[in-house]
């Protein structure tokens, strides 16, 4: 059973920093790419970041030098370090594991994150 669990989420004024770190299990980790999402009511959820199994990674333009993704294949967890945050930043965010083995992705149950102006 694949399981995902996020953390890292809270309450944050603007130009402050966050890491959300998402912890994963049941697949193996090191051949699956890992993304974040994020999604505020009543919009789908977007990509905020991809980071392949080889370490590639991928941004939204939103984010782009300001958000880095990184994994830690030892530890089966992908970080996201958040920084210059912004009151638009806000949302739940969710981690994804696109497993390889099972050919599907899995999703963590979210973390709020609240940026205040």
């Known amino acids: 059973q694949v399981q995902l669990v996020e953390s890292g989420g809270g309450l944050v004024q603007a130009g402050g920093s966050l890491r959300l770190s998402c912890a994963a299990s049941?697949?193996?980790?090191?051949?699956?790419?890992m993304a974040w999402y994020r999604q505020t009511p009543g919009n789908q959820r977007e990509l905020v970041a991809h980071i392949t199994s080889g370490g590639k990674t991928n941004y939204a333009d939103s984010v782009k030098g300001r958000f880095t993704i990184s994994r830690d294949n030892a530890k089966n967890t992908v970080l996201l370090q958040m920084n210059s945050l912004k009151p638009e930043d806000t949302a739940v965010y969710y981690c994804k594991q696109e497993s390889t083995i099972y050919r599907r992705d899995y999703w963590g149950q979210g973390t709020q994150v609240t940026v205040s102006s």
């Open positions: 049941g697949s193996i980790f090191r051949i699956d790419a």
